[in-house]
């Protein structure tokens, strides 16, 4: 079960997820509450009950002003389903007076347009629906089946599989998993509100963890995070050198941020330039702490473990693996 939320955090896959829900959204709202009302659409398209009232009609006209050009023209317009559905008439004729719908008929046939040609295969495929509506529902359906697919590709291939190697995003799972949370029990005077772990190994490029921060009885306090914030050196995996750690205090209405960076970059006056403007800068060291407080909210973020990357960067310049708690309290 970790391993499948571990994937769902991947941003394709969490963009595959939210476009299938997208369109499930959307074809309910198009079904529902926002369908398509058709109108001055061919008397052809009618329901069957609606075109025998429709053919009843042009009968009681041709009764009044006897003109057979407007009733051969209103007949005609029913297409496929004019000689079936007067047929229909005549079997069941209603307030309809017999002797015009024989009139009706003969004149419509002597003039050559009552003709008993209406395949009823023609007739049966155009009653379904109409034909424009049918084509974009199961193109929409067929889209979805696709995207669906592939976000079910994508998943499998995605998911570790016995004996593969693990990726970096689920080598970080596995080491947060293995760590044991602190007990701030003797060392605070209440426990922390939310307290959380995270993990970055390196080659998981799009290392950022986000966590909600909520009050015991679950009132939304804000939110925290870890994310990279700079890389040394180029290529592939990225060399991460620093990382910022935030805090937003819904109460407060802001957002504190620090950064964590490597012994190498805290002494590089370049990068403490480039960095500065992001927040207070620290050294990393195992089992340091580093403190973030706002208006009602404080964090401590405590360096559970961390190594560096060994390669032909400077030492101690970039992070082969780091693991961060994140401890919050309410003042």
């Not at 991947?10 to 509450?33: C, Q, S, T």
């Not at 419509?108 to 040609?117: E, F, K, N, Q, R």
């Not at 760590?179 to 509100?193: M, Q």
């Not at 009885?217 to 914030?229: A, M, N, T």
Request: glycine letters at 8%.
């Amino acid at each position: 079960m970790n391993q499948i939320l571990d994937v769902f955090k991947r941003p394709l896959v969490a963009a595959f997820v939210a476009l299938v829900i997208g369109l499930l959204i959307g074809f309910g709202l198009a079904w529902g509450p926002f369908a398509v009302e058709w109108i001055d659409q061919p008397v052809n398209n009618l329901r069957q009950d609606l075109r025998l009232e429709y053919m009843s009609m042009t009968v009681d006209s041709f009764r009044v002003n006897g003109d057979i050009n407007l009733a051969a023209k209103r007949y005609q317009e029913l297409g496929a389903f004019a000689f079936q559905t007067f047929q229909e008439l005549k079997a069941n004729p209603g307030k309809v007076d017999a002797t015009i719908l024989a009139i009706f008929e003969q004149q419509l046939t002597d003039a050559g347009v009552m003709v008993a040609s209406a395949p009823a295969e023609t007739a049966a495929a155009t009653e379904e629906s109409n034909p424009i509506f049918v084509a974009l529902l199961w193109g929409g359906v067929a889209a979805l089946l696709l995207v669906a697919i592939a976000a079910g590709i994508y998943l499998f291939r995605g998911a570790r599989r016995p004996g593969a190697p693990m990726t970096a995003a689920q080598q970080a799972a596995e080491l947060t998993r293995s760590i044991e949370k602190t007990d701030y029990s003797s060392v605070a005077d209440s426990p922390p509100v939310a307290q959380y772990v995270t993990t970055y190994v390196l080659g998981d490029d799009l290392f950022d963890d986000s966590f909600s921060i909520d009050s015991q009885s679950g009132e939304f306090l804000g939110e925290c995070g870890v994310g990279i914030s700079e890389t040394i050196g180029v290529g592939d995996p990225k060399k991460v050198t620093a990382f910022e750690v935030w805090m937003f205090d819904k109460n407060d209405i802001q957002t504190v941020t620090k950064v964590l960076m490597s012994t190498h970059a805290f002494n590089d006056p370049g990068f403490r330039g480039k960095l500065e403007s992001k927040g207070e800068m620290f050294p990393v060291e195992s089992h340091k702490q580093v403190v973030l407080e706002t208006q009602t909210l404080q964090m401590v973020v405590t360096v559970v473990d961390m190594q560096y990357g060994q390669g032909a960067l400077p030492t101690n310049s970039y992070f082969e693996r780091i693991t961060l708690e994140l401890a919050i309290w309410s003042k």
